[in-house]
């Protein structure tokens, strides 16, 4: 596609639920990167995987945070377990180049509610 | 203690006025410094990269400054639009030891309202 693909983009989910959120990024594209966004905040750092290799995943706030992009390009990011305070906008980007040095072109984000 | 301090928080303008949104970091030394732009509801979309040896970098009527010395870096929106409210954050990219391939580090942005 021509940007970066997000789906769910609401989801509401009962405390306890698990579930998948789904980042298709730009094709080609070296990195991927998740972000976590609360209402009025910028976005926080949750994990980064350059091709299928996810090199840094010190963001993710608990073990029910997993993340995966097994072929190097879609990448899912899962919540076991929901609690209320993982409610929140989650935010995919995608870079061509390895790192911090291209441009990062984020999609819409996945907004998740935790009742 | 964020890394990436923007200022004001909000602020609300007339359309068709200027205004200049500020942002302070503490990080020494730095790949780049982002500008972007975020809407309601959607994700943030660049609006300037700035490296460390460039001091100025316009996109239309916004125009991006960066003074490496203070650690400073403003955003000039010129003629304001209904269009421009939004949200805009500051990244600083951040080179780190131990992880080769650095991290951004994202002020918690300036939301602006532009008014009729």
């Known amino acids: 596609g021509a940007g970066v693909s997000q789906s769910p983009r609401y989801k509401v989910a009962k405390r306890g639920q698990d579930v998948a959120l789904r980042c298709d990024p730009i094709?080609?594209?070296?990195?991927l990167f998740w972000y976590q966004q609360a209402l009025g905040q910028g976005p926080e750092f949750l994990t980064y995987?350059?091709?299928?290799?996810?090199?840094?995943k010190s963001g993710l706030p608990s073990d029910r945070f997993f993340a995966e992009r097994p072929e190097g390009s879609v990448s899912t990011l899962k919540i076991q377990r929901t609690q209320q305070e993982d409610s929140a906008v989650y935010l995919c980007?995608?870079?061509?180049?390895?790192?911090?040095?291209?441009?990062?072109?984020f999609g819409e984000g996945s907004r998740l509610t935790v009742l | 203690k964020n890394q990436v301090e923007q200022s004001p928080q909000s602020l609300i303008i007339l359309e068709g006025k200027n205004c200049t949104l500020q942002?302070?970091?503490?990080?020494?030394?730095?790949?780049?410094l982002r500008w972007y732009k975020q809407d309601t509801g959607r994700g943030p979309v660049s609006l300037t990269i700035?490296?460390?040896?460039?001091n100025t970098k316009s996109n239309g009527r916004y125009t991006a400054t960066l003074d490496a010395d203070t650690k400073q870096s403003s955003l000039h929106i010129t003629a304001s639009q209904l269009s421009d409210s939004a949200s805009y954050i500051c990244?600083?990219?951040?080179?780190?030891?131990?992880?080769?391939?650095?991290?951004?580090?994202f002020g918690a942005g300036t939301q602006v309202v532009v008014t009729p």
């Open positions: 990244v600083v990219s951040v080179p780190t030891q131990t992880d080769s391939w650095g991290k951004f580090q």
């Open positions: 980007a995608s870079s061509l180049a390895p790192g911090t040095v291209g441009e990062l072109f």
């Open positions: 700035m490296t460390f040896s460039e």
């Open positions: 942002c302070n970091y503490t990080v020494s030394p730095f790949s780049n």
């Open positions: 995987f350059q091709n299928e290799a996810q090199l840094d």
């Open positions: 094709s080609g594209h070296v990195s």
